[in-house]
């Protein structure tokens, strides 16, 4: 029984720590990458309560797929990290006092929960149950859930869809910059080699 | 399970949704907003199992209702993001200050 409060607390100092550093990282890579601990301890306290299926859900779900969403949209937006500003707001302190209210009430909601005597372990073939009421009890949550998947997706696609307008005009843009570029090192290149031959023409 | 109580989960939980809630409120970068909000997630799924561990580990509702949270969470993580790109293309910047195009 004391295996499991040592396990308990490892897990939740990885889980707490880790997500201290999502909270905390400047570089939004190193927090993002900081995620896939915390919710890695976050399921395997999901497996320390009994529960093989959410475990399963949790590792796969958040603590591989939404990292690297995130990773992802990062890159792709990877030029607005500024290191020369702060990463807080300027409501942050106002932010931190909120969090800190926020876990006072928790604790004193929590000093209030009793202390109810667990089962001595979770009954067998949970998730074979769970699944059967899926399609049984709880039909209805899981279709509109797939709809509301469904919808998710071609809401995303839509969203992040390249505006082939806007792009053109960045891609001009570029484009023009590009030549201008190339223009000058051309007339400087040539300033060069004319400057060279005046010179070589005094010499000779 | 005797000799842990339910409220050292209830502790962990709230530790970490409020770690999440102070990331979400005080971070300027929009992703790193989003961050907040799945550890607040995390959190409050934990705290569920907790419940229905310790008080009706026969019950199927909690499992179901967990499974639920964590699909609607993806959804909308997949949409955030996706608005959060589109917000990039617009502005050229995701920083929740910057971006006021919509202030009323």
Redesign the interface.
Known sequence: ??Q??AL?ALL?LI??VS??W??RCRN?VH??FW?MP??FG?AL??LL???E??FT??LL??SG??PI??L???M??RE??RPD????????A???A???L??GL??A???T????????S??VG?TR??GE??LT??LL?FEV?SL??LG??V???Y??R??KK?RSEVVGLERKRLIDQAREEEKSADAAAAGMARRRGDSV | MQTLPLQAWLVVAAILFSLGLYGALARRNAIAVLMGLELMFAAANLNLLAFWRYKWVQSLEAPVFVTVIILVAACETALALAIVLGVFRRFRNVDIEDVGGMRG
């Open positions: 029984m004391s499991e409060v308990f939740s889980t707490l997500g201290y999502v909270v939004l927090a993002a995620l915390t919710f976050v306290l999901f309560l009994g529960n299926l959410l859900v949790q779900i958040y797929a939404i969403t995130v992802f949209v990062l792709l937006t607005v990290m500003r702060t990463e807080f707001n300027r409501l942050g106002f932010g931190a909120a969090a800190v926020f876990l928790c604790l909601g929590a000093r929960a009793g202390n109810p005597e667990p089962p001595p979770v009954p949970l149950r769970v009421a899926f009890e709880y949550p859930a509301m998947l998710a997706l809401g995303a696609v969203l992040a390249s505006d806007a």
